[in-house]
């Protein structure tokens, strides 16, 4: 669905349009045409099953992010650590499972991988959200994880992960670990398409958001402004900080690929330039927010109630964001992580 905020019109288009699209009168500038910007986040096997050593009841982990020794787990956390023992997990039901309780984990074969003791987040003793720390007897990496771990598909999704969804969720140019669910806006880009992208002149840059809780819970507060985003970490290289600011400074648009990369430019915008390096964001983006830097989005459809549901209205307008959903469902565009998408322009 293609959304024009300036005239409120929607045309039906499909994704193999893109690069005509892009190059097009609604995207060419007297600068020329736009940019684009993705998230290059790749998804890590962040799903764990544990099984208790006192009950034997069967648990699942989500492993959000490391936790450093000294109990932050904010950019530092994104460098590589073999020691890694200590990870901030979503608990499947967090709260009946207390702290101070054991967690082995098993390999196909039922031999025992390695062992977790589960214990409160310092300042979240009663688990609200589903949080808590799970401390490894080992070293757990990416690595250990690739071999262990689980793909951690949407929980709409009813069924066990397959080997072919460690290909299916991941877009085709991700290449920094450290995501909890995939950037799904990317899901669309083939490297057939972003070939043809590239050879209509349209040039594309890599910025990364590491997907977490800030993306994905629900707005749960009764009044929007309560709501309180989670922390993920994002980076933004020097390349790539040049290119959009020339983008901004020549009148090009700038099109983000995903909320994540609106996210990660909106808050990486500082009096007019952006910041370069490692840094983390709770940004939550609802209506009344003045974007800085995303002239246009290619996102999915969204679930009710969602924070990327709330940005798609800031960025579209409430209503033409309502009705566009509407007419998405009346036309029967397939939602969430792998269906269809829009661009707002």
Do not use: C
Request: charged fraction near 25%; hydrophobic fraction near 40%; aromatic fraction near 8%.
């Amino acid at each position: 669905m293609f959304l024009d905020r300036r005239t409120g019109k929607r045309s039906h288009r499909m994704i193999e349009d893109l690069p005509e699209i892009l190059s097009g009168p609604e995207f060419r500038t007297d600068s020329g045409l736009p940019l684009l910007v993705f998230n290059n986040s790749k998804v890590r096997k962040a799903r764990l099953l544990g099984t208790s050593t006192d009950t034997g009841a069967q648990v699942e982990f989500l492993l959000l992010e490391r936790v450093g020794p000294d109990g932050g787990s904010g950019p530092a956390s994104l460098l590589p650590d073999p020691q890694t023992r200590t990870w901030k997990a979503l608990v499947h039901r967090a709260k009946r499972r207390k702290p101070g309780s054991s967690y082995a984990f098993l390999d196909a074969g039922g031999a025992e991988v390695a062992r977790a003791d589960l214990s409160a987040l310092p300042g979240n003793e009663s688990g609200e959200g589903g949080i808590r720390l799970l401390t490894f007897d080992r070293a757990v990496d990416d690595d250990w994880l690739d071999r262990h771990g689980h793909v951690p598909l949407p929980p709409y999704i009813k069924r066990e992960d397959a080997p072919s969804d460690a290909d299916r969720y991941q877009t085709v140019y991700a290449s920094v670990t450290g995501s909890a669910a995939a950037p799904t806006a990317g899901l669309h880009f083939t490297n057939e398409l972003l070939d043809r992208i590239a050879a209509a002149g349209v040039e594309s840059v890599f910025i990364t958001l590491h997907v977490g809780l800030g993306t994905f819970l629900p707005v749960r507060s009764e009044e929007i402004k309560d709501h309180v985003m989670h922390e993920e970490t994002y980076s933004v290289g020097e390349e790539q900080a040049d290119k959009i600011e020339a983008a901004k400074a020549q009148g090009r648009k700038v099109v983000a690929i995903g909320t994540t990369s609106v996210r990660t430019l909106e808050s990486a915008w500082n009096s007019g330039r952006l910041e370069r390096g490692e840094f983390a964001t709770s940004m939550f983006i609802y209506p009344g927010f003045k974007f800085n830097v995303v002239d246009a989005l290619f996102t999915n459809f969204h679930t009710p109630e969602s924070t990327l549901l709330m940005l798609v209205s800031a960025f579209t307008g409430r209503e033409f964001a309502l009705e566009s959903y509407a007419e998405a469902v009346r036309e029967s565009y397939r939602f969430f992580s792998y269906g269809d998408a829009m661009l707002a322009v």
